[in-house]
């Protein structure tokens, strides 16, 4: 008996220690899987498909557009391993990359000294091929299906009896950065200084201006505008700090002056370090690297976060009319958190339009055609969330008004807790009186919808401005007067706080409406109150309905 007993004791005790044994096992194996993904983390990348990344070809000095839809890159494809230009396109899946032609892939080309539009379909490239009006010259070609056109020369003021190169744009092509250097080849550059110039309204370029000494340090090389508008990467040997060769570096552009370049040690190298490029999510850095195998290949590098430019979202479509295809329209673009217009410009002789807006912000982009008794088009983005896509489709019917259609007057607000109409709301209602004055058949029912209907016996906050009092017949006990005791009617008030201020909302629309001469036969109302599930769901709709 004392042996099992025994037995038992020395069982339990090997359970014991083997189950804290494991348990220490589970907590240093997590441990260890946890600093794994951490490190993966901090370092990940992401390489091209294999549709650009080929297993026995060298690719070099990619250039994105920055909508992320066009690259430009070197190759070693060419006869006897000559370095080559490629072009490629992606709709969903990168296409196969296609060669440059000779007219502009060429043995007096700067190797890597393109460019591509934020749509990536007109290049930008440096050549001494004449005709040129000094040493290498920046000239442009656009795509039209697969065919490359014939190359502009950029002329003066941006090309000299210098030499340049590596242009990069700002997304709406009105600024440019390049490189003016005192010596080029085909394969290098040196003494080189980063210039930038803007377009002037008739399209012509402003004379080019030197970047500061901050910047240009004696061979600042290699600009690329990211897509904010506000950060540089250049590229440079002469900097104080340096890893070897040419290095990256990061400066910012704000309120007038540009920031202490800081260098990019994420990514640089005890090599030269410059031909980088960033779409325009500004999340990955794209460059080439030298991968196992030996072979140069296309690799994206998450860009740390104290560093990443400002992201911009991509909008683009078809504005059309029922009745005309190509319907002359303004398109503007409004910052609602600044209350600044900050676009204004036309549809393409095709309907089409492209810009981008900036996260950070509050947007409403608006449509307004030339004909007033077209329906216009507005939309709002929020660009202030963790995650904004990187483009967005929208294409917009314009057309007369029909019964039954909706027009939403999201601009419409109101002073806080009042019915008082706001500035800002003037933009849409005028909107509103253009295409009802230009529709007098029609009639519009202004919706106010309130999302949010709270009330309350007190005034429990400033939001419940609206009092309402109901005066009840009820009976209460009472003694006459041999001391008996009676129901007797008697009146009572209840007094409701609440704010429901839609039926004067929708009045003041009204009124405004009328004063700009819209006649009051055609406007009606119909408004509405839902109680809130909780109070941050509570939102105001506001729209007119042809009728």
Request: hydrophobic residues 35%; aromatic residues 8%; proline residues 5%.
């Amino acid at each position: 008996m004392m042996n099992i007993s025994l037995y038992i004791v020395n069982c339990a005790s090997f359970i014991l220690e083997n189950y804290i044994c494991m348990k220490r096992f589970v907590l240093l194996y997590s441990l260890m899987i946890a600093a794994v993904l951490s490190s993966f983390s901090q370092s990940a990348t992401r390489r091209l498909p294999s549709s650009i990344n080929h297993p026995s070809l060298n690719l070099y000095a990619p250039y994105i557009s920055n909508d992320g839809n066009g690259l430009l890159f070197l190759s070693d494809s060419g006869e006897d391993g000559a370095l080559t230009l490629n072009y490629s396109y992606r709709d969903s899946d990168w296409s196969p990359p296609m060669v440059i032609p000779k007219s502009i892939n060429h043995r007096i080309t700067f190797l890597r000294g393109y460019g591509l539009s934020a749509d990536g379909k007109r290049m930008y490239y440096s050549s001494a091929k004449a005709p040129t009006i000094g040493g290498y010259d920046i000239f442009t070609s656009e795509i039209k299906g697969n065919t490359w056109g014939d190359p502009q020369n950029l002329l003066l003021p941006i090309n000299s009896k210098s030499n340049e190169a590596c242009p990069s744009f700002a997304t709406d092509g009105s600024v440019i950065y390049f490189m003016r250097c005192d010596k080029m080849d085909q394969n290098n550059a040196n003494n080189c200084k980063i210039l930038r110039s803007k377009k002037k309204p008739n399209g012509q370029w402003e004379e080019p201006e030197e970047l500061p000494a901050s910047i240009n340090t004696g061979n600042s090389q290699t600009p690329r505008i990211m897509a904010d508008g506000e950060t540089l990467i250049f590229s440079s040997n002469k900097m104080a700090s340096t890893q070897g060769g040419m290095d990256l570096y990061q400066t910012k552009y704000t309120n007038g002056s540009w920031s202490t370049p800081v260098p990019l040690n994420y990514i640089n190298t005890d090599k030269d370090d410059q031909y980088v490029s960033v779409s325009a999510l500004g999340r990955y850095l794209l460059r080439d690297v030298v991968n196992t195998r030996k072979i140069s290949e296309l690799v994206e590098f998450i860009i740390p976060t104290e560093l990443r430019p400002k992201g911009m979202m991509k909008v683009e479509g078809m504005i059309t009319n029922t009745e005309n295809p190509s319907t002359p329209a303004y398109i503007s673009v409004l910052d609602l958190n600044s209350n600044k217009r900050i676009y204004s410009g036309r549809p393409a002789s095709d309907g089409s339009y492209l810009l981008y807006l900036m996260e950070g912000s509050k947007y409403e982009m608006a449509v307004d055609p030339e004909q007033g008794n077209v329906t216009y088009f507005t939309k709002q983005f929020d660009l202030q969330t963790d995650k904004i896509p990187q483009r967005e489709k929208i294409n917009i019917t314009l057309k007369k008004p029909l019964p039954g259609d909706e027009l939403p007057l999201d601009l419409v607000q109101f002073e806080q807790n009042s019915s008082k109409l706001s500035a800002s709301s003037e933009a849409d209602l005028k909107r509103l009186v253009r295409l009802a004055k230009a529709n007098p058949a029609l009639k519009f029912e202004i919706q106010v919808l309130l999302g949010g209907y709270e009330e309350n016996t007190m005034q429990a906050s400033a939001d419940l401005t609206e009092i309402t009092i109901d005066s009840l017949l009820t009976q209460i006990d009472d003694i006459d007067s041999l001391g008996q005791l009676i129901k007797r009617d008697t009146m009572m008030t209840r007094t409701t706080y609440h704010n429901n201020r839609t039926t004067k909302q929708a009045e003041a629309i009204i009124t405004y409406l009328t004063a700009q001469g819209i006649n009051a036969s055609q406007l009606t109302y119909f408004v509405n109150a839902i109680e809130a599930v909780l109070p941050e769901t509570k939102k105001l709709t506001i729209k007119a309905v042809a009728r």
